[in-house]
């Protein structure tokens, strides 16, 4: 049974929505990786934190890489 599109990272988007405001305090610019209710590290840019990521839990699940920014950026695709 393939998970629910709308549940996918959820839990780990809570976690980060959580701490937030405490890694801006010291880590603003660096890419966090969580995975469930649980961090592995900041890394200072994308492509560390996410071959962390894949070594740490491998390709074939879920974890979030997010870059602790105050304001996210929007895009507009047309």
Do not use: I
């Not at 780990?12 to 990786?33: C, D, F, S």
């Amino acid at each position: 049974m393939a998970a629910d599109p709308q549940s996918r990272l959820a839990v780990e988007l809570e976690y980060y929505a959580q701490h937030k405001a405490e890694w801006l305090a010291h880590k603003t610019g660096h890419y966090v990786v969580v995975k469930d209710n649980g961090l592995l590290g900041f890394y200072p840019n994308f492509e560390a934190a996410y071959r962390a990521g894949a070594a740490t839990y491998g390709l074939n699940t879920d974890f979030l890489v997010k870059q602790v920014l105050e304001h996210e950026p929007v895009f507009f695709v047309f």
